[in-house]
């Protein structure tokens, strides 16, 4: 069974440029969350996804980051513009059961200049 | 507020010994605790999870302690391989934020061969 895929692995961008993250959960997998994970630091979550509603983004910066899951499988989350702060691994997961058994992907690391 | 930590940063073992992680939690509303496993360049990895209601829970080569009266959690490993070398966090979904998991900041495990 594949696992959760991501896309790019690694993206350098100049700040205030936009940048986008592709992620394909796990086949079947209902619930798909977008964390962030600084150095040094654990996972922290920025928006879950129940089928294509969002049910929870309370942690997600609204004003630059954007986040869409259509049709309930795949997701993409953008960022415009890119802060330096911004700078970080974007982890994908997703779960099918039990909400804290998650499936992670390999993550996106994103260095913004 | 709510905060689950770590109390050794890093740990060093030689290989074949046994691995006591710890992690101390602030919130006593949890159903859950779980411990994650994420080597380099890699996402978290589900490896246990203990309901609050127990005291001990095993899996391979892994055991699980939850200490509830002074909010302490252990992940030991028995017989360290170099393959056990990652970060492993802690974490528990605070009954208020529904679904959602937080992590502690991780300790890293080094075996040494």
């Known amino acids: 069974e594949a696992g959760v895929v991501q896309s790019p692995r690694y993206k350098i961008i100049e700040k205030k440029q936009p940048v986008a993250f592709w992620c394909n959960p796990i086949?079947?997998?209902?619930?798909l969350y977008w964390y962030r994970q600084n150095l040094g630091q654990g996972p922290e979550l920025l928006i879950r996804?129940?089928?294509?509603?969002?049910?929870?983004d309370s942690q997600l910066p609204k004003d630059r980051f954007s986040a869409e899951r259509l049709k309930g499988v795949d997701s993409t989350l953008k960022i415009q513009p890119a802060e330096l702060g911004d700078s970080a691994v974007y982890l994908c997961?997703?779960?099918?059961?039990?909400?804290?058994?998650?499936?992670f992907g390999p993550g996106t690391r994103l260095t913004v200049t | 507020g709510e905060s689950v930590g770590l109390h050794l940063p890093t740990l060093s073992v030689q290989e074949g010994d046994n691995s006591i992680i710890n992690c101390a939690y602030s919130?006593?509303?949890?159903?859950?605790f779980i411990w994650y496993k994420q080597e380099s360049g890699k996402g978290p990895q589900f490896i246990i999870d203990?309901?609050?209601?127990?005291d001990k829970r095993q899996g391979q080569r892994v055991t699980v302690l939850l200490n509830k009266t002074v909010k302490h959690l252990s992940l030991q490993i028995a017989a360290t391989q170099p393959g056990d070398s990652a970060v492993y966090f802690c974490?528990?979904?605070?009954?208020?934020?529904?679904?959602?998991?937080?992590f502690g900041a991780g300790t890293i495990l080094r075996v040494k061969s």
């Open positions: 997961a997703s779960s099918l059961v039990r909400f804290y058994e998650q499936y």
């Open positions: 086949s079947g997998h209902n619930t």
């Open positions: 996804y129940e089928n294509e509603e969002a049910v929870d």
């Open positions: 919130n006593s509303a949890s159903d859950y």
């Open positions: 203990i309901r609050s209601n127990m």
């Open positions: 974490a528990a979904p605070p009954m208020e934020y529904g679904n959602k998991l937080v």
